[in-house]
């Protein structure tokens, strides 16, 4: 019902008399529905690493791993508290897996990517073959595929949970299923995805079962080095730095369908031209140090956090050392509808 205090009595009764019938006046809410510009409600934000962290370890002592399914702190858009959302579309998440824990075997209709934060050798079972991770790799569960995590270390794992539920909450399209036992069988020795998919071939006559990426894991130790070998080419894009797409490599596009992602080299001292794009975008810093001024607020950011940068807002980033950024949003599905925009201005 729309409450307004110009609003003349005869409308306002005629507005009451429609509103039983399940009806509203287009000419109250148009020019909210169909913005001359995108009208994101989402804010910038930025989750310091340090300050999340012990908040992460006490809920290690609360909830274990199995009995929270997923033992995560959820990342919440401060302008959209209770609808786990760090942008419109997407989630975000900070998961901890203690030392000897299981995180049970499910699959769900949401697509989902980790970004390893803390801690070295722990795993994730995709379809039966361990993932084996270490600090910036980035790991991929497509939609429905059986995924269980587990942690044989000595110390806590930390990775950034990155998932479309926001988009398949949209379709009403959601899906999911736990597997009989915690752990999903090993059907492939470890390594055996990164040999078929990750090595610059397919298997011939290969044809992929879903429309993610059939490789899991990008190791950061093989993206960071090829960022530092082009560096040495000092071919830097005045709005981006050195920023590369994680792709699929049947067909060149998105690592996932509905979730782009990204990695960024900026050198220190390098200081973007304002940009802005109509993906908001998740950045999770892997190494360096510096700033992000978006619409007028200044973000300083170091090693391990994540901040946004909402749809449309003009930002730059400045590098105070060395860094590089992981990034991730919902640029590949607004491509393939028509919608995405840029603007360098
Ligand atoms: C999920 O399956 C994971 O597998 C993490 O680690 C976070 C948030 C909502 C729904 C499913 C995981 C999730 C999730």
């Given at each position: 019902m729309v409450e307004r205090a110009d609003l003349s009595p005869d409308r306002r009764a005629f507005y009451e008399r429609i509103s039983p019938l399940h009806m509203a006046p287009l000419w109250e809410t148009f020019h909210d529905l169909i913005t001359k510009?995108?009208?994101?409600?989402?804010?910038?934000?930025?989750?310091?690493?340090?300050?999340?962290?012990?908040?992460?370890?006490?809920?290690?002592s609360l909830i274990t791993a199995k009995e929270a399914i997923r033992r995560v702190l959820v990342l919440e858009n401060p302008a959209l508290p209770g609808q786990s959302r760090i942008t419109s579309s997407l989630y975000a998440g900070l998961q901890l897996v203690l030392p000897g824990e299981i995180a049970p075997a499910h699959r769900h209709s949401q697509s989902a990517l980790r970004l390893i934060i803390e801690g070295a050798g722990a795993y994730t079972s995709v379809e039966g073959e361990r993932a084996y991770m270490e600090k910036g790799d980035f790991i991929i569960t497509?939609?429905?595929?059986?995924?269980?995590?587990?942690?044989?270390?000595?110390?806590?794992?930390?990775?950034?949970?990155?998932?479309?539920?926001?988009?398949?909450?949209?379709?009403?399209?959601?899906?999911?299923?736990?597997?009989?036992?915690?752990?999903?069988?090993?059907?492939?020795?470890?390594?055996?995805?990164?040999?078929?998919?990750?090595?610059?071939?397919?298997?011939?006559?290969?044809?992929?079962?879903?429309?993610?990426?059939?490789?899991?894991?990008?190791?950061?130790?093989?993206?960071?080095e090829a960022l530092e070998a082009m560096r040495d080419?000092?071919?830097?894009?005045?709005?981006?730095?050195?920023?590369?797409?994680f792709t699929n490599p049947v067909d060149g596009g998105p690592a996932m369908p509905t979730i782009s992602t990204f990695i960024q080299l900026l050198p220190k001292g390098f200081t973007s031209r304002p940009y802005r794009a109509t993906d908001g975008t998740v950045y999770t810093v892997i190494e360096g140090s510096g700033t992000t001024e978006i619409a007028g607020q200044t973000l300083s950011w170091t090693a391990n956090d994540v901040f946004v940068v909402p749809s449309w807002l003009p930002h730059h980033h400045r590098a105070e050392d060395d860094s590089v950024l992981f990034l991730f949003s919902d640029r590949g599905i607004?491509?393939?509808?028509?919608?995405?925009?840029?603007?360098k201005d």
């Open positions: 510009e995108p009208a994101t409600p989402c804010v910038p934000c930025l989750w310091n690493y340090d300050q999340v962290r012990p908040h992460l370890l006490e809920a290690g497509g939609a429905w595929s059986w995924h269980d995590h587990g942690n044989d270390t000595g110390d806590p794992v930390v990775w950034l949970d990155g998932l479309d539920i926001p988009i398949v909450r949209l379709f009403d399209a959601s899906f999911a299923e736990n597997y009989r036992e915690d752990i999903y069988p090993q059907s492939k020795p470890p390594g055996d995805n990164a040999a078929r998919f990750g090595s610059n071939m397919l298997p011939v006559g290969y044809e992929s079962p879903g429309r993610h990426s059939p490789l899991f894991r990008y190791p950061y130790a093989r993206s960071r080419g000092q071919d830097w894009d005045p709005y981006h730095g050195l920023k590369m797409e607004q491509q393939k509808l028509g919608l995405w925009r840029e603007r």
